[in-house]
């Protein structure tokens, strides 16, 4: 646990440190035209996120956190302290923890498949909530979507890639 209180710190200064020199480096960043809020009527942002062959909707509304899948709790659905720490991240590294409330579907596969398409939905969410977090986000890599899958199963093959057992008598 103290190794990964560690290395979120480290990951939170290095995104620190990228955020402010992209900042200071683009002069065009400034010229552009500033992104806008998008929320819904009741102060809502929502995103779809991806991992796998998983999708989590993930919204965010102001207030206090409450993590849920599938309308449950986070530390009743995702009982392992690894997938919580996993759908806290974005949180930490934006410095908003305990400032929203986080509705989430999740529909398909497996857990860990899971918390990652909720931290993927809820980290756009965040970033369409409010678009200053936007760089904190980006920088630690929360808003690009995980495109490893499970590689399919050829034709002639006992697996994806293994061959069926060769006898030579």
Do not use: C, W
């Not at 290395?7 to 290095?14: E, F, P, T, V, Y």
Request: glycine share 12%.
């Amino acid at each position: 646990m103290a190794d990964e209180i560690k290395s979120l710190d480290a990951l939170k200064d290095a995104v620190a440190g990228a955020a402010a020199a992209q900042a200071a480096a683009s002069p065009a960043a400034e010229t552009a035209a500033p992104r806008e809020p998008q929320r819904d009527a009741l102060g809502r942002a929502y995103a779809t996120g991806k991992r796998k062959a998983r999708d989590g909707k993930g919204g965010v509304k102001g207030k206090s956190v409450d993590v849920g899948g599938r309308g449950i709790v986070i530390k009743e659905y995702f009982a392992r302290p690894v997938l919580q720490m996993i759908l806290r991240q974005p949180f930490q590294i934006a410095n908003v923890e305990g400032q929203f409330d986080v509705y989430a579907t999740v529909v398909g596969g497996g857990l860990s498949g899971q918390a990652g398409a909720v931290k993927h939905g809820v980290s756009k969410a965040l970033q369409l909530y409010d678009p200053a977090l936007r760089p904190a986000l980006k920088a630690a890599g929360f808003l690009t979507r995980d495109a490893r899958t499970v590689e399919r199963k050829k034709y002639g093959k006992r697996k994806a890639r293994r061959s069926f057992q060769f006898s030579k008598r």
